[in-house]
């Protein structure tokens, strides 16, 4: 066997590969990010055998053979963190844990150390931080496990017989972008050492059927750094949200293989680490001013669970030639959405006016039905008349301006009355569709969005 080397280019973002180096990426469109890799090839002595030669065969079964039974799951000590991976800890599964600098991953990781160390054996590898300092992090989260094996290495090749030769529960890794595999030349963090390093966690997680939780980096766009392949190895990808700044951390499951992508977990950052909070709505709407133009709330769904969230809207006259347009926790284009069909179908104009949207707390709402609490807001601003304290609001806004029905009508209302609402505000066609009588709350159903501002003021 001969071993050669051979340079290649490789773009940084996307992983496309050629023989020469272009400015331009072709694979993504991107400037300046092909980078010079060296890659070994091993080449055969004899001539005409391309055949793979494979020491063992995998045979296929029937599906009915395959065991059926229910997956095994380790619960984590933290409610929430179980909700968004389905039920608890996989055996065998990888998961990927991301977020932006300093939002808590590692926190986190740590905190299930406390729960899940009594009765199971956990190796936490880090290739950022010291012993010495992640057992003064553990003393400040009150970590005092006997369980909890600590390895500082970056080697994956003796990370993976550390884990053969103690055979852990479960196996931690903080990060992926620090692990290096030693017979691939290019540096940490790089597409290649990711996706190897990933692979290797991968098969060794599998083989012994042991958890793999792995902490991945983010890039400055905000998306997890490395190949685009990372998320397609690992069975589940979790990504906190929020502010590092603010108090509340929301964990999403962006993929899970084996439960629902649409729960949420919602923390609160301490000094002594993440806390789970039990009422996300309640923790949300504290605070809310009273008597103020500009704030209305909403209900929205995250998988099984209705979250209320405080949408805050303004409108004032610019100073610039272009009115300057905002929108923090909703997507901005919705948002110009919005204004164009108010000040088209509802004649509320916006055109020569600052639009600024803040969904409060640092959530982050995609569904449509927070449409017509940010329209309600944003007029409420304009006209300087506050909506009902104990209103609430919910629905999709048309083109036309017309409102469209929503799902899981009757659990959003039942989560209004468990708050103290006394008015709901929602489209005429979902009011068809409820099949109680609520004495707590008055329901009004609207069919355009003009009459929606009218029913949801004193």
């Excluded at 079964?61 to 059926?68: K, R, T």
Aim: proline share 3%; with cysteine.
């Amino acid at each position: 066997m001969a071993v050669k080397t051979k340079v290649q280019y490789v773009c940084a973002e996307c992983g496309f590969v050629s023989a020469k180096w272009y400015g331009k990426c072709p694979g993504c469109s991107n400037w300046n990010t092909m980078e010079e890799k060296m890659r070994s090839i091993t080449t055969s002595s004899k001539k005409g055998n391309s055949m793979i030669s494979c020491g063992s065969i995998t045979k296929p079964v029937f599906l009915n053979e395959i065991d059926s039974s229910e997956e095994q799951r380790y619960h984590t000590g933290l409610s929430e963190l179980d909700r968004v991976l389905g039920g608890g800890l996989v055996k065998g599964s990888l998961v990927l844990i991301s977020g932006d600098p300093g939002i808590g991953k590692s926190t986190i990781l740590l905190q299930i150390c406390q729960y899940m160390g009594d009765f199971l054996n956990i190796l936490y590898v880090s290739g950022e931080e010291s012993e010495r300092q992640i057992k003064l992090r553990a003393m400040r989260l009150g970590v005092t496990c006997e369980n909890l094996y600590i390895m500082a290495e970056t080697d994956i090749q003796a990370i993976l017989e550390q884990v053969k030769i103690y055979k852990p529960d479960i196996l931690m890794i903080d990060s992926i972008q620090t692990m290096n595999h030693t017979d691939i030349t290019s540096s940490p963090g790089s597409i290649t050492q990711v996706k190897e390093c990933t692979n290797a966690i991968m098969h060794i997680a599998k083989s012994l059927d042991i958890p793999a939780l792995v902490i991945g980096h983010v890039n400055k766009d905000g998306v997890i750094a490395g190949p685009k392949v990372l998320e397609h190895i690992v069975d589940a990808v979790l990504y906190f949200e929020g502010d590092k700044h603010n108090a509340y951390r929301i964990l999403r499951a962006v993929k899970n293989r084996f439960g629902s992508t649409n729960e949420i977990g919602v923390f609160d950052m301490q000094e002594t680490g993440l806390k789970e909070i039990d009422n996300p709505s309640l923790a949300l709407l504290s605070g809310r001013p009273q008597y103020v133009s500009g704030t209305c709330v909403t209900c929205v769904m995250e998988g099984s669970r209705s979250i209320l969230a405080e949408i805050q809207g303004l409108a004032t006259t610019t100073g610039f030639g272009n009115p300057r347009r905002m929108a923090t926790g909703f997507d901005y284009n919705r948002m110009s959405l919005l204004l164009a069909v108010l000040e088209k179908r509802a004649g509320y104009y916006f055109s020569n006016l600052d639009a600024y949207i803040n969904v409060v707390g640092g959530l982050r709402l995609d569904e449509p039905a927070a449409d017509l609490a940010v329209a309600m807001a944003l007029v409420s601003s304009l006209k300087d008349v506050p909506i009902s304290e104990n209103c609430l609001v919910f629905g999709e806004i048309g083109l036309a301006g017309e409102l469209r029905a929503v799902n899981q009508t009757e659990v959003r209302i039942l989560e209004a009355i468990n708050l103290g609402f006394k008015k709901c505000v929602l489209p005429f066609y979902n009011v068809k569709q409820i099949t109680k009588h609520y004495q707590e709350i008055e329901i009004i159903g609207v069919k355009h969005v003009k009459e929606a501002f009218e029913a949801a003021i004193d």
